[in-house]
């Protein structure tokens, strides 16, 4: 067992010359190598974003440059011209509303859905089961015309509902199947005790099952967002006036024909973080582990 | 405060053809505690999911207070239920746990504090009544789930195995609590048990099931004493009762090179069934070592302390053993390797008819 094999270190000022590695500590060369990896890890994430951040602060026509600059004249008025001279504003509006709904309609069919798989026994259960995760395997892409074949004789092109629905019918079954999963672990016996407790199967679900299940429904909640959140196929083949166009479809007008707009494109890019950032904050406190413990016992 | 009737009632789960309970016929009269037994997979927890309300009934009916809740959901029913893993709302502190059934039933909130507190205190929960069950031992957690059953003042109390997640010394403690409590309130309470220890000790009557089937449904003393069938004389009673099939002669039976007197009554009830066989059946209590009894090889003894239980066989002139245990006293056991005369008390003799496995009724 290498657990126990004893090292030997060239030790300076140790009388022993040697020291017993404990079961629980690395050598020297694991430590090296595991923190190596995490800083090249750390770095590979951290620099698109700082990058982003700094050349937003730029002025517009430093952005590019043959030398590595990293302060060069920093100032806002990237930030203020998105801002205030295109219609940024519009979009992130269109977007958080859309983000929004996604989230709070996605929630709350995949929980009411993941919950009845869960514990309901129904003529087409398994076939339920099969078309959630069936519906997994297509890409979005394919979904693209026939959607939009739908939407057009719905009259739901073009608009802000119309996207949110089709966010839900790619994310609704994911949560749902991962709902299902996290439902599962929680004891029916609660349930049962909850309905002769007086419970209808919704109070049931409400009042006993959906705030036991917040760490699920935390992650199945940002998850939702950020599926509408960061999305452009669907949002570009779906959209098409100005007013309309969320965040990632608008930013796509900071790239011309010949030129991009760095500085603008990274400011705006920097400015579409924030909520997500927030959504985040907001959930992550509800993902805590043992939320179940000691209801039941075994 | 009910009256409950299972009246034929059956349970056939889906995708089973064979029913998980088969026409079960019960009538609990009002306060009485009655203890579903029996191996596991017998139906018992079914059983008492069904007068829940949790499990289907495919046939018959469930009556509770003359009030047929056959199709009526677990909450209308008026009952409350201990589970065997406690199942309280994690999320709640012991007082809204308790108050919950209350607070949905809209009581009012002095109400609802006044029937906690009241509860907490009988059930020793008082200085924990603002912790999670979480922050809760094992036993504490057993007595909140029985103080949320007690609060709602229900007709029936349903436990299912409440005390098989405890420490064998809790059991027997929080045993005779549910006993008293019970007794004290006065409510009809359906309890189920795979340990018939608990079945013998706290039962007003037990009802032993096997198989979807009741085998018999008596007080604690007749079900030990006057067991129906094969099956529930061996499964009351501990160390089980010796049964042993043995061919009939005409003072009584014979039992390997013995000749064993069974009381005439038995004997003629015996014979006019035309048995040339029975299963006979003694318990190890019903013995005593002394002449002219029963040879038995001991093989090896047990000693408890106060009894030593004596494992041993009986030889078959043919060449098989029947096993047997006996009771002996424990200051001066045999020992292995020893051959003792067992003399069988013949008021506790038991015969079964080979075939069908009933009791042959003097």
């Known amino acids: 067992m290498s657990a126990e094999t004893v090292v030997h270190e060239v030790s300076v000022g140790e009388a022993s010359g040697k020291k017993v590695r404990r079961r629980d500590q690395r050598s020297p060369l694991a430590s090296f190598a595991l923190h190596f990896g995490l800083f090249i890890a750390l770095i590979w994430s951290l620099v698109p974003p700082i990058w982003a951040l700094l050349t937003s602060l730029k002025p517009n026509d430093r952005a590019i440059t043959t030398q590595l600059v990293v302060f060069d004249n920093p100032s806002m008025d990237n930030y203020k011209f998105v801002l205030t001279q295109t219609d940024l504003p519009t979009w992130f509006l269109n977007s958080v509303i859309v983000a929004a709904f996604t989230m709070l309609i996605g929630l709350f069919l995949s929980a009411t859905a993941g919950y009845a798989v869960s514990r309901f026994r129904f003529p087409g259960h398994k076939q339920l089961m099969w078309s959630f995760l069936v519906t997994q395997m297509f890409p979005m892409a394919i979904l693209i015309v026939p959607i939009y074949n739908i939407f057009a004789r719905l009259g739901l092109l073009n608009s802000l509902a119309g996207l949110v629905i089709a966010y839900c019918t790619t994310a609704v079954p994911f949560c749902a199947w991962m709902l299902k999963g996290y439902f599962d672990t929680i004891p029916i016996e609660i349930d049962e005790a909850g309905r002769i407790d007086g ?77 997500a950032v927030i959504v985040f904050l907001l959930v992550q406190r509800n993902l805590v582990a043992g939320l179940t413990a000691g209801g039941t016992k075994g | 405060m009910a009256r409950v009737v299972f009246d034929n009632a059956s349970r056939i789960f889906p995708g089973s053809t064979k029913p998980a309970v088969d026409a079960l016929n019960l009538d609990i009269p009002d306060g009485e505690f009655l203890v579903l037994v029996g191996p596991s997979g017998c139906g018992k927890s079914t059983s008492l999911r069904m007068l829940a309300g949790l499990e289907d009934i495919d046939g018959g009916r469930i009556l509770i207070g003359d009030r047929d809740v056959t199709h009526v959901a677990p909450k209308e029913r008026d009952i409350a239920m201990v589970f065997q893993n406690y199942a309280l709302y994690p999320h709640m502190t012991v007082r809204e746990n308790m108050g919950f059934a209350l607070k949905l039933a809209k009581i009012p909130k002095e109400e609802i504090k006044r029937r906690v507190d009241e509860a907490a205190q009988i059930l020793d929960l008082t200085e924990y009544l603002e912790r999670k069950p979480k922050a809760l031992s094992g036993g504490q957690r057993q007595r909140v789930a029985m103080g949320r059953a007690i609060v709602r003042e229900p007709q029936v109390f349903l436990m299912d195995e409440p005390l098989s997640n405890l420490d064998a010394k809790l059991r027997v403690q929080t045993r005779t609590q549910i006993a008293q409590l019970q007794h004290r309130l006065g409510t009809t309470t359906v309890y189920v048990t795979h340990d018939q220890t608990e079945a013998m000790t706290m039962g007003d009557r037990v009802a032993v099931l096997k198989d979807g089937l009741l085998q018999q449904v008596d007080t604690p003393r007749n079900l030990y004493d006057h067991p129906d069938n094969v099956f529930v004389a061996g499964f009351i009673g501990s160390p089980a009762m010796n049964l042993i099939e043995v061919p009939l002669i005409a003072e009584g039976v014979r039992l390997g090179t013995a000749d064993v007197s069974v009381p005439r009554e038995v004997l003629s009830a015996a014979a006019s069934k035309g048995l040339k066989s029975v299963i006979f059946g003694f318990r190890p209590e019903d013995t005593t070592l002394g002449e002219g009894g029963v040879p038995i090889t001991v093989d090896a003894v047990e000693s408890t302390g106060s009894d030593a239980y004596v494992y041993g066989h009986v030889d078959i002139p043919g060449g098989t053993q029947h096993e047997v245990v006996i009771r002996a006293d424990g200051r001066i056991p045999p020992r292995a390797g020893d051959t003792i005369s067992a003399v069988i008390t013949e008021d506790h003799m038991h015969l079964f008819d080979p075939s069908s496995e009933q009791r042959v009724e003097a």
């Open chain 1, 199 to 275: 419970l209808t199967p919704f109070g049931t679900f409400w009042r006993l099952v959906m705030p036991l299940a917040r760490p699920g429904l935390a992650v199945t909640a940002f998850y939702t967002f950020l599926t509408a959140w960061g999305e452009v196929a669907y949002a570009t083949a779906f959209l098409t006036s100005d007013a309309k166009k969320t965040l990632a479809v608008g930013l796509q007008s900071f790239v011309g024909q010949f030129k991009t707009e760095w500085g603008y494109l990274t400011a705006a890019g920097i400015l579409v973080t924030i909520p």
